[in-house]
């Protein structure tokens, strides 16, 4: 079977999905994902890069990033699986792949889309049964975006800054967005388009990246809902 074609365009955010293969853990102490941090923050910077969101699994990455050419994420993913995977080989004495394939992807509608995917991303360990609240999650992006606290590799998107005029207001109204659940069918359609590598949102944002990157991606029909191991996919 052909791969599924992954789009990326210079100032489109995409959600980005890696996992370990055969849903085997790729972290294993602190250590791990501080490394794991350490060099995304880098490749971030080489390659002109923000990021939004994330979520540090035992088994796999959610990162919501937004490249500023269309190659930019492509050589994040590659520059921080080739340390990490280096880095992981010579603690553990081990060797061969970490990673299950290449990562998915999915380009998100920011203007209507963008903070339910935030939310979708941040709300990983809660839906996964690891902690009660979201805030209870050390590896997260929601330690920034919902608490305050300084997370340095973090660029906030400009949706997330229309949320009010001072930080205090944006992360209170932030906040109150996690009262709200998401619905389920936009979740399962979240967790399609990233098993296609379709983007997430209506179709004039469809148009719009096909008429952007002259490319044709076309029809996308959702089946019937999926059913995840959150603690493996999310």
């Not at 599924?4 to 959600?15: E, M």
């Not at 269309?70 to 792949?97: A, D, F, L, P």
């Not at 209507?112 to 805030?135: F, G, T």
Request: charged letters at 25%; aromatic letters at 10%.
């Amino acid at each position: 079977m052909p791969r599924k074609v992954r789009f990326y365009a210079a100032g489109v955010p995409s959600h980005i999905v890696q996992r370990g293969n055969n849903k085997q853990a790729c972290f294993f102490c602190d250590d791990d994902y501080g490394f794991y941090i350490k060099a995304l923050s880098e490749a971030l910077i080489e390659y002109k890069v923000k990021l939004h969101a994330f979520v540090l699994m035992t088994n796999h990455v959610h990162l919501l990033m937004t490249p500023s050419d269309h190659e930019g994420i492509s050589k994040v993913m590659q520059s921080v699986g080739r340390k990490y995977v280096r880095y992981i080989n010579g603690i553990y004495n081990r060797t061969g792949t970490l990673w299950e394939g290449r990562h998915k992807a999915s380009l998100i509608d920011s203007e209507r889309y963008l903070l339910i995917c935030q939310r979708y991303i941040e709300l990983n360990p809660v839906r996964a049964k690891m902690v009660d609240s979201p805030e209870e999650y050390t590896w997260s992006s929601y330690q920034h975006n919902g608490i305050g606290k300084t997370i340095q590799c973090i660029t906030p998107h400009d949706e997330y800054l229309k949320l009010g005029p001072s930080k205090q207001s944006r992360l209170n109204n932030y906040r109150e967005l996690f009262t709200q659940q998401i619905p389920s069918e936009q979740l399962h359609h979240i967790r399609e388009c990233l098993i296609h590598n379709y983007p997430f949102g209506g179709e004039e944002f469809k148009t719009k990246i096909e008429q952007t990157l002259d490319v044709k991606i076309g029809q996308f029909k959702q089946g019937r809902p999926i059913h995840i191991d959150d603690k493996q996919v999310n």
